[in-house]
């Protein structure tokens, strides 16, 4: 019975790449790697690949190689391949422990391998694998090792100390048995087996003698190295001994030194006083000399007053390094009195503008010293009093207090003057800092630029503060926004030639910003806008006001009604639109639109005033003694608005801007004429209704009435204006012609025969013809253009009525239409009694 061995050399962690390949002759190699502990897999060839889609087939770690067949065709090469483990498996003889001295394959035949050292040769049989086998049994740590092969003797690696060598021994190991499964594959090759053993034999002998001298250069270098040790080491200990006796010497001079410090003390206050001794006359007259600098602040002698403060102040350093820092009682009034000369000089940069025209010696001091105090160092712990930075400041608050002071401001309605004001002030203001102030100061302070800069944001604060404050009327705000974006950086002020180029304020941030203007002209505008449609309701009321007068509307010389509400209407608004032409662009286009809006608005306001006006006449609440004349006076006025609207349109203004505008004129046009028709229809009612008749039929006096009460009724017209009087009359004969019709044909004539209906067609000729002279007259009175259009209707009814086959009646009638849309037509069949016997009559209504 064979025995189980398990291969010593085989990767045991994934990722390891098994050192052993199968080396198949025929069909290629395999290469294996370990996917895990336990599972072994082979590399497939290609085909196998192609033909089963699997790379990897996984293997057990423990192997044994199988001898394909006991017969080969000629030619053909055994193949080792790997096989799953099964009971068959890799086994050895009897003394496995001992180097053995043969190779066997199969049972029938057996390669020799003898003499080999550094080749572990082991006995592989070659078995049938059995289809099914029990587990192989465990074996324990010592089994293994005595089953595990010895190392041949002489050879110089030294026993598995540590896990690495181990496993480098184990691979080593696995690859010699590779390499002598392929050598000494079949038995024609042992015959080199001595060549292979003398050529390993002098490669461990070189191996080994490389080894030695390695080993031998280690070893002398490390000797050097502790010798070279101990001799560092001695001397750390010379210097630590050297070391521990000078710090005992700093100890014994410490204890000395500790013995002398009362001495020293005794030395540092004998020099402070023998300084004091030196300085005590000197210190002995700072107070008169504090007394004296006081004095000399007082009476304005800055320079003096400077000039003594220095001395006090070099006496206290010269006394402040000898005594340590020591500060003597006798200086604690120096601080106040150099604050007390700060606020002086900053006191006179403050009133510099009145300062240099009064007494500019004083000014010039002020300078001076903060200039002079600018450039002091001192070696005491003081912080710099900086009077250069403080008498800028006080140039520029001085300034702002005398022109933006808080009680200069400008109260409710005072703007303009206030503005006015600033207009002469501040260029006189820059001027004067160019001529007095900036000779009294240093060059590098650029007093005029400094001027115009200090001015320009007072004022812009100062605006700031005022819109910000009550809401500003009307006028304010529009002279705010003229004041500030064309008077202030016009030629009257900041861009005036006289002033020189340090005093443009162009490139600073502008007086107003974009929300500022925005609110000013908002303001404005809803201000205009309450103040526009109050006026226009009280030349509204006003003009309402006259209709219900005993007397008739007021003539101008050419005798048409005329009333100054329309120019008064336009003068308001034209006005407001063109004086925001001085501000700018938004401003105007804003009360452009706001005008435009409030004429439509008066506009709705005067038609619904003539339609309270219409009813209350009518249902006899408010009798009006001139009613048509009053009517006839709102023509006018519309005519006159219609004409004059065009001056609310400048240039800039879209072609279709005053649309709405001339569609509200029409429209009250429109309404003006109806409710003068409507008057001429209720005069004209009661006769109307007398049609058709007898009487109508047999004489002219019916229509005779109508023609005088209309023409009595169109006297009026003639103090209306063209071309409203040309549609006002096309209107009214359109009016009466139709009416005409309509109470003819909506009352009942019944024809007895031929001769009736040939009368009833005179009487319709006779009737548009004294009609059409009629209006044609009152044209020709007036001068107008002939346009009687509507006594046409009548001459083409009256062929109707001398229609003599009533077949082409319906014909006739749909001519009729055609001729005439506004009249609708219906057929309507009657009865002529006589000789004639039945026939068709006509009636027509009109829209």
Known sequence: MSQWWEYPALPRRPGERAILKAKAICGGGRTGRLAKPGEFHIKLSSATQSRSGVQWRP????????????????????????????????????????????????????????????????????????????????????????????????????????????????LARGAALKWASGIFYRPEQLARLGQYRSREVQRTCSLEARIKSVVQSYLEGVKT????????????????????????????????????????????????LQAMSQLLPRLRAVPAALAHTQTLIDAQRLLEAYVSLRELEQLQEETWAPLGGLELPVFEGLGPLAEALGQAVEAAAGAAGRLAREDPALLVAAMRVAEVDAGRTTSLEQAARDWRQRCLRALQEGLEQIHFGTPLQPGPGALAEWLEALRVALPAELAAAEA???????????????????????????????????????????????????????????????????????????????????QLEAIFVAKVQASVAQWLQKALDGDVAEWGREQEPDTDPSGFYHSPMPAIVLQILEENIRVTRMVSESLQRRVHGMALSELSAFLRSFSDALIRFSRDHLRGEATAPHYVP???????????????????????????????????????????????????????????????????????????????????FCQDFRHVRDPAVQLLLAEAERTVVLQYLRALMQGRLVCRGADERTQAAERLRHDAAQLRELFLGLVRIWGLEESVQCAPVLLALRELLNLRDPTLLGLEVAGLRQQFPDVRCEDRLGRE???????????????
Request: glycine residues 8%.
């Open 59 to 170: 293997m057990p770690t423990l192997f044994h190689l199988h001898l394909r067949g006991k017969t080969e065709k000629p030619g053909r090469q055994r193949c080792l391949r790997f096989l799953p483990i099964t009971p068959t498996s890799l086994s050895f003889p009897e003394g496995a422990g001992q180097e053995p001295s043969s190779f066997s394959v199969g049972p029938r035949r057996r390669l020799q391998l003898r003499g080999a050292p550094t080749l572990l040769a082991l006995t592989w049989t070659f078995a049938p694998i059995p289809t099914s086998a029990p587990a192989p049994p465990a074996m324990d740590s010592a089994t293994r090792d005595k089953m595990q092969p010895a190392l041949p003797p002489g050879s110089s690696c030294p026993g598995p100390e540590w896990p690495e060598q181990e496993r480098a021994e184990q």
């Open 225 to 272: 190295g502790v010798r070279q040790l101990a001799w560092a080491l001695e001397a750390v200990q010379g210097a630590r001994e050297a070391l521990g006796q000078a710090h005992g010497l700093l100890w014994g001079m410490a204890e000395a030194a500790q013995t002398l410090e009362p001495l020293r003390e005794q030395v540092v206050q004998h020099k402070q």
């Open 436 to 518: 007095l102030v900036a000779p009294c100061c240093p060059p590098h302070y650029n007093v005029v630029r400094l001027w115009a800069h200090t001015l320009h944001s007072g004022l812009r604060r100062c605006l700031q503060q005022l819109l910000e404050g009550p809401q500003l009327e009307a006028a304010d705000a529009f002279t705010l926004l003229h004041w500030a974006l064309h008077v202030y950086l016009g030629p009257e002020m900041m861009g005036s030639l006289e002033l020189g180029p340090e005093a443009d304020v162009s490139d600073l941030e502008p007086l107003l910003t974009l929300e500022n203007i925005e």
């Open 630 to 712: 009053y009517l006839l006076a709102t023509l006018n006025h519309q005519s006159a608005l219609s004409s004059s609207v065009s001056v609310l349109q400048p240039d800039w203004v879209a072609p279709g801007a005053l649309a709405p505008v001339e569609a509200a004129l029409d429209e009250l046009q429109r309404r003006i004429c109806r409710l003068v028709l409507e008057a001429l229809l209720a005069e004209l009612q009661p006769l109307f209704a007398a049609l058709p008749s007898r009487r109508w039929l047999s004489s002219p006096e019916l229509l005779d009435d109508v023609c005088e009460r209309t023409a009595s």
């Open 833 to 847: 009694e006589g000789p004639g016997g039945a026939g068709r009559g006509l009636r027509t209504c009109t829209p």
